[in-house]
């Protein structure tokens, strides 16, 4: 399966579940600081002088000693809850979120508000299974719709959006888990759960799988004291 996803006056490029490539169209405007990117996509960051040899990105503000202001690409944009409903509004309620069942077919396509809705929906569903605002919640997922659902719906409701992985060995995803407190986990497939359930973290208490999972590893991951929801359902429930 394939994800893509659009953002007005710049768009993202089609990321495979392997690999993800960004490509930005930086749009008619010419102040950068109304939309047009102003760096080369192939040099992003400059070499500031001294021994550490510290790279400063590009996308830094007139100052270039002065690391904390931050640079907005669009005055209106400055968080993923605003982007999104820039995208809303500058599209026209377009094509927001695309996905290929498989390599035959073409991509079917999710509108702005339809994201909009389904991520609110999930994150009222957060609240009502007793997520609090600033609250981590982990994401252990490749990119896929409901990925970038849950995130929105994070954004949506003050809530923290923390990636888990296993990259650095099986042991990392118990580690973040762990060390940022996470008591919910939203994953995608059963392999994600496996993981989990080898050293259980004792601050998780709810998984919310994307994928069908076996009733096995759901018995299994009950008796562990494990509250599991279908991803459906948490938006069911918003």
């Known amino acids: 399966m394939e994800f893509k996803a659009n953002h007005h006056d710049g768009h993202f490029a089609r990321k495979s579940i392997n690999q993800c490539s960004i490509s930005v169209n930086p749009g008619p405007k010419s102040n950068h600081r109304e939309g047009k990117m102003p760096v080369s996509l192939n040099e992003q960051s400059f070499l500031f002088p001294g021994p550490e040899r510290i790279h400063v990105s590009m996308l830094r503000n007139d100052k270039p000693t002065n690391f904390t202001d931050p640079f907005y690409l669009y005055p209106d944009v400055r968080t993923g809850y605003d982007l999104i409903r820039r995208g809303l509004a500058r599209s026209n309620n377009g094509n927001c979120l695309g996905y290929r069942p498989d ?11 339809t994201v909009l809705d389904r991520s609110i929906n999930f994150g009222r569903g957060l609240r009502h299974l007793g997520v609090k605002e600033k609250e981590c919640v982990g994401i252990y997922s490749n ?17 923290v959006s923390v990636a888990l992985y296993d990259t650095l060995g099986p042991t990392a995803s118990h580690f973040i888990i762990t060390q940022a407190e996470i008591t919910t986990v939203v994953l995608e497939t059963e392999k994600n759960l496996e993981s989990i359930l080898e050293n259980v973290p004792t601050c998780l208490k709810t998984i919310i799988y994307m994928n ?24 069911k429930v918003g």
């Open 212 to 235: 069908d999972l076996s009733s096995d590893i759901v018995v299994r991951a009950e008796k562990l004291g494990l509250n599991l929801y279908k991803f459906c359902e948490v938006e």
């Open 103 to 113: 390599d035959q077919s073409g991509y079917i396509w999710l509108s702005y508000q």
């Open 143 to 159: 990119n896929r719709v409901e990925w970038a659902l849950a995130q929105q719906g994070l954004y949506s409701f003050s809530m």
